[in-house]
């Protein structure tokens, strides 16, 4: 099974960003749209957030669009959804996503699922305040209303199954 789901990262990562073909804004479900520090929109970042998994100091923000598939399932912490996901097909290719339950409930997580997270990149040492397993995280998958960090961080987002989570019941 782990092979099967290996594989299918592989060619999602692929597919997502193999080509300068692949470089267009992805379309999204709900007209969601990914957008950098510049409130651009974004496309796929697979090899990006690779590259600074492997090159960036501990502590590294940035934004980031990836997709890949579930890998990983870890314990909730403190209101908050763990799993890693895997967006090369390989283990160096797994990044932590945190979800915070607060905006919403998530299905339930399983090997394998295709998934799309919009958020903050951050590198993590083994020496980080809180240290993650893979080395690096996307949080902020989720909507921010303004109200806990002054609006500071970008809208993000989850697509799970092709559904979207982490935004105004609104859309």
């Known amino acids: 099974m782990n092979a099967a789901i290996r594989l299918l990262a592989l060619i999602l990562s692929l ?12 379309i999204l479900p709900n007209n969601l749209t990914c957008l ?16 600074w998994k492997r090159s960036t100091p501990d502590q590294t923000l940035k934004r980031a669009l990836i997709n890949g598939v579930v890998t990983g399932l870890y314990p909730s ?3 908050h959804t763990h799993f890693s996901m895997s967006i090369d097909g390989d ?3 797994d990044i932590e996503v945190i979800y915070n339950d607060n905006f919403g409930s998530l299905p339930a997580i399983q090997m ?6 919009c958020g903050d990149y951050i590198t ?11 080395g690096a995280i996307i949080h902020w998958v989720h909507h921010n209303p303004g109200d806990r960090d002054g609006g500071k961080h970008k809208h993000g987002f989850l697509i799970i ?6 935004m105004p019941s609104r859309l």
């Open 36 to 51: 950098d520090t510049n409130h651009e929109a974004m496309p796929y970042q697979n090899n990006e957030v690779l590259s």
């Open 124 to 134: 993590v040492g083994p020496k980080a305040r809180l240290p993650s397993p893979m």
């Open 91 to 93: 283990k160096i290719g």
């Open 77 to 79: 912490k403190t209101g």
């Open 15 to 26: 597919t997502a960003c193999g080509s300068a073909a692949f470089a267009e804004i992805p």
């Open 112 to 117: 394998g699922m295709p998934v799309v997270a």
């Open 161 to 166: 199954n092709g559904r979207p989570y982490g």
